[in-house]
């Protein structure tokens, strides 16, 4: 999941941080206010979109939607990381630009609660994996389900547990 945000300087809400520095509560009160305060565009990339072209070109890809999905037309993408992708407008990269630019933290926080909302409604339906508290990352809880119960249709065959032979999935 990828977010572009334009954010209107005279409303650009308080708080704004880095998404991993925020508690969960925060990040969704902060997602409301970005919402109804500034112009956001939010795409995805599906599990067999990853397994494809691997989990870097798929960012790209995610970004790349995010911003054409913006209901306006930006001249410049700021972009955190160092390997932006192409897009059809200026581009400058910000290391660590979630901390440090607002409108980077506010597409790094709705891009994480709708990750985190996505997640969720995943744990409903497989509930053994734990995705509602690992958004998928691979702890020690979820690898032993998957040992236990193989993959659900949703993990990405690209994911480097499924690819270990010791668990003879």
Request: aromatic share 4%; charged share 20%.
């Amino acid at each position: 999941v990828a977010a572009a945000v334009v954010l209107d300087p005279k409303r650009v809400p308080q708080g704004l941080a880095d998404s991993k520095a925020l508690t969960a509560l925060r990040r969704e009160e902060l997602f409301g206010e970005i919402l109804t305060t500034a112009q956001v565009g939010v795409a995805s990339v599906s599990h067999t979109e990853i397994d494809t072209i691997n989990i870097r070109q798929a960012s790209l890809r995610a970004m790349r939607r995010a911003l054409a999905a913006l209901p306006c037309v930006p001249d410049m993408a700021l972009v955190d990381g160092n390997d932006p992708p192409a897009l059809p407008c200026g581009i400058q990269a910000v290391v660590k630009g979630d901390a440090t630019i607002a409108s980077i933290a506010a597409a790094s926080i709705v891009a994480k609660v709708v990750r985190d909302r996505l997640m969720r409604r995943l744990g409903l339906l497989y509930p053994v994996y734990g995705f509602e508290t690992n958004a998928g990352y691979s702890t020690s809880a979820h690898l032993a389900a998957l040992a236990t119960h193989g993959p659900c249709p949703f993990h990405r065959k690209s994911f480097s547990p499924l690819r270990q032979p010791e668990l003879d999935l």
